[in-house]
């Protein structure tokens, strides 16, 4: 049984490892401003009860959840709920995913520091963070132009310079930078778009929410094993925004 005061300390190494040698601006305004060092708070009280107690385990996630200010992803008047557990509004009908559906489907993809991965559906851009100091580099598509170019502009502002935005459907993936290692989806599908199959390398994996807007979505992951055969598996029920573009 772990104590809460030894998970505390086990919250601190992990912000110190996650934030200072990736991000400089987080670190600067945390020493800085009572704000950042309120946010700081609430993050780590986010990352313990919702993240880690609901059985997250992977340090790399946990320690990129740690460190990346959710609070500058979100609209002005959500600032005060951004470590909410729950998605916020972040206009044009989108949102921000929970922050546990973000750290589990980043678990999941069992990502490390030569991944390169895709995202279809930047929004905001928070999880393109989350995947930034885990991996070596991140492909983002987002469909709405204005969205994807105030995340561009959000993640090169907060230094995630391993994240390149591009504007488009990504149903059709992004095949100038396939093939990926791994591959999140983050607006729900009515199938597997297989374009993004296409895209996957052998031995990687895929994590896509499948399902219509009024109906019972589950959150699928997909292996591609090493002779490029793909195995499925239902992890979770969920509620997206749906993925638009291609017509189903
Ligand atoms: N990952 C985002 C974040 O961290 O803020 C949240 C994603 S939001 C739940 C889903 C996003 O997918 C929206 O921004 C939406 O515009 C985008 N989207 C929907 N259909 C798309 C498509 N065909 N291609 C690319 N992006 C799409």
């Given at each position: 049984?772990?104590s809460?005061?030894?998970?505390?300390?086990?919250?601190?190494?992990?912000?110190?490892?996650?934030i200072?040698?990736?991000?400089?601006?987080v670190?600067?305004?945390s020493?800085?401003?009572?704000d950042?060092?309120?946010?700081?708070?609430?993050?780590?009280a986010?990352?313990?009860?919702?993240i880690?107690?609901?059985g997250?385990?992977?340090?790399?996630?946990i320690?990129?959840?740690?460190?990346?200010?959710?609070?500058?992803?979100v609209?002005?008047k959500?600032?005060?709920?951004?470590?909410?557990?729950?998605?916020?509004?972040?206009?044009?009908?989108?949102?921000?995913?929970q922050?546990?559906?973000?750290?589990?489907?980043?678990?999941?993809?069992?990502?490390?520091?030569?991944?390169?991965v895709?995202?279809?559906?930047?929004?905001?851009?928070?999880?393109?963070?989350?995947?930034?100091?885990?991996v070596?580099?991140?492909?983002?598509?987002e469909i709405?132009?204005?969205?994807?170019?105030?995340?561009?502009?959000r993640?090169?502002?907060?230094?995630?310079?391993?994240?390149?935005?591009?504007?488009?459907?990504?149903?059709?993936?992004?095949?100038?930078?396939?093939?990926?290692?791994?591959i999140?989806?983050?607006?729900?599908?009515?199938?597997?778009p297989?374009?993004?199959?296409?895209?996957?390398?052998?031995?990687?994996r895929?994590?896509?929410?499948?399902?219509?807007?009024?109906?019972?979505?589950?959150?699928?992951?997909?292996?591609?094993?090493?002779?490029?055969?793909?195995?499925?598996?239902n992890?979770?029920?969920?509620?997206f925004?749906?993925?638009?573009g291609?017509?189903?």
């Amino acid at each position: 049984m772990v104590s809460y005061k030894s998970l505390l300390s086990f919250l601190s190494i992990l912000i110190s490892i996650a934030i200072l040698p990736i991000h400089p601006l987080v670190s600067c305004a945390s020493a800085a401003n009572s704000d950042d060092t309120d946010f700081l708070d609430q993050r780590t009280a986010m990352v313990k009860s919702q993240i880690v107690e609901r059985g997250v385990k992977d340090t790399h996630v946990i320690g990129a959840m740690l460190s990346v200010p959710r609070h500058k992803f979100v609209p002005d008047k959500y600032i005060a709920s951004a470590y909410d557990d729950r998605p916020l509004p972040i206009g044009y009908g989108q949102t921000i995913s929970q922050p546990y559906i973000v750290a589990y489907m980043t678990e999941v993809l069992n990502l490390n520091k030569t991944s390169k991965v895709l995202e279809v559906g930047t929004g905001s851009g928070f999880q393109a963070a989350i995947l930034s100091p885990i991996v070596k580099q991140v492909y983002t598509i987002e469909i709405i132009p204005e969205l994807a170019t105030s995340a561009s502009f959000r993640l090169k502002n907060l230094g995630y310079d391993n994240v390149e935005v591009g504007i488009g459907d990504g149903y059709y993936g992004w095949n100038k930078h396939a093939p990926f290692d791994a591959i999140i989806v983050t607006a729900a599908a009515g199938h597997i778009p297989p374009p993004l199959l296409a895209q996957l390398k052998n031995n990687g994996r895929m994590v896509i929410p499948v399902g219509g807007s009024f109906m019972v979505q589950n959150l699928i992951l997909i292996n591609k094993d090493k002779e490029g055969n793909i195995t499925t598996r239902n992890l979770l029920p969920v509620r997206f925004v749906p993925l638009t573009g291609k017509p189903d």
